[in-house]
């Protein structure tokens, strides 16, 4: 065991103050990682604030790790001391099951183990990446390209992940008209990664205020939904739109911009349910669905499709002391695109 210094929220929806943890002792399969970025997620937020439910508290958040290996335990193949490396939103996973067997270790039906808010295999609390080390099983690790700097690397564990997932699984690619909705931290790189796989790309945001960056992070079209034209000059559009909104949306308004068998795939994690006509669905033959980040080896993939396509994220870097500002910044959808906490201020 060791005693690290981290950053943790002490009580739902309290301000995260610093604080220290316990690290179990490296395993035979562990690798310790000293935690160089960490990214602020969204889900973070919605945790500390227990908008999906019952949180562990204290909670370090932080699934979006990027570091380097200082000490391996006797048995790791997988990485060795010196190796830049990531952690995402999962840690471990029961291996055994059919998801897990096919690499969806992200659908395991025995249940993954959360990077924080989580208990592991051993009934310990996890503790995520607003931390200075963890220890985390090898198989559960990726390597970070050389092209990546680790910092425009963090968000990619999760924010990459779960854009490049379903954009891969829904054929994303030349010829295909797909809209990204909400330019944040997920929407910015749904952005980046959709363009770089050769698609026409539009930003549906809530106003044109960010349309210079969406323009320069790839996108060909820039529409507000505040504005009414929108949905009807764009009706039939899309064969795929990908929802990256925090909050309930109006899904049946964006069924109508899909073309017919186009799909809608939901990423974001609102706290409240929504309601939908399902009419929406049936004229056109329409899909609404949803993704949760990726396996661990699509996480790899992702990594190195974005290395070799330059693809970090637009990040501003933070000391610990501006989590909490960050967050209200976060809430205020004044984010540009991600913060990043430099785990040497902690
Ligand atoms: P974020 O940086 O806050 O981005 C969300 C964006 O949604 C905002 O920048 C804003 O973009 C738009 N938005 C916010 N409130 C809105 C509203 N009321 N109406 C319309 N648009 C709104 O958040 P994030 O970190 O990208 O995460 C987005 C969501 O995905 C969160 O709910 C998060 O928990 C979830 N998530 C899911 C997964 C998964 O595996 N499925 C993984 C990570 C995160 P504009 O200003 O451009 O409109
Ligand atoms: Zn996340
Ligand atoms: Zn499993």
Redesign the pocket.
């Known amino acids: 065991m060791s005693t690290v210094a981290a950053y943790a929220a002490p009580a739902p929806k309290a301000p995260l103050e610093r604080t220290t943890i316990e690290r179990r002792a490296v395993g035979a399969h562990d690798v310790l990682i000293d935690i160089k970025f960490a990214g602020i997620?969204?889900?973070d937020i919605?945790q500390v604030n227990e908008g999906w439910g019952q949180g562990i508290f204290p909670m370090v958040p932080g699934h979006e790790i990027a570091g380097v290996v200082v000490e391996v335990g006797s048995e790791v193949t997988r990485h060795a001391v010196g190796d830049r490396v990531g952690v995402g939103c999962m840690v471990d996973s029961c291996r055994e099951c059919d998801n897990c067997l096919r690499g969806f270790e992200q659908y395991c039906t025995g249940g993954n183990t959360m990077t924080y808010n989580g208990v592991d295999r051993r009934g310990d609390v996890t503790y995520g990446g607003y931390s200075k080390q963890i220890v985390v099983d090898e198989n559960y690790v990726v390597r970070i390209p050389e092209g990546l700097p680790l910092d425009v690397a963090a968000p990619l564990l999760?924010?990459g992940i779960?854009v490049y997932s379903p954009l891969k699984h829904w054929g994303v690619g030349p010829g295909k008209k797909v809209a990204v909705v909400?330019?944040?931290?997920?929407?910015h790189m749904g952005v980046k990664i959709a363009a770089a796989l050769g698609a026409e790309v539009t930003v549906l945001?809530?106003?044109l205020r960010?349309k210079d960056d969406g323009l320069k992070l790839g996108a060909r079209h820039y529409r507000a939904?505040s504005d009414p034209a929108t949905f009807t000059e764009l009706a039939g559009t899309f064969d795929v739109i990908l929802s990256?909104?925090?909050?309930p949306?109006d899904f049946g308004a964006y069924l109508g911009l899909l073309r017919s068998d186009g799909a809608i795939v939901n990423?974001?994690?609102?706290e409240e349910p929504i309601s939908l006509n399902l009419f929406g669905l049936l004229g056109g033959r329409k899909t609404l669905a949803g993704?949760?980040?990726g396996g661990i080896a699509e996480t790899q993939e992702m990594l190195d499709f974005c290395a070799e396509h330059g693809l970090g994220s637009e990040i501003e870097l933070i000391g610990a002391d501006e989590i909490n500002t960050a967050y209200q910044r976060?809430l205020a959808?004044d984010?540009r695109y991600r913060f990043v906490i430099d785990t040497a201020t902690i």
């Open positions: 997620c969204h889900s919605h999760c924010a779960t909400g330019l944040g931290g997920l929407g945001s809530q106003s960010k939904t990256t909104v925090s909050a949306l990423v974001g994690a609102p993704s949760m980040i976060v959808s984010v």
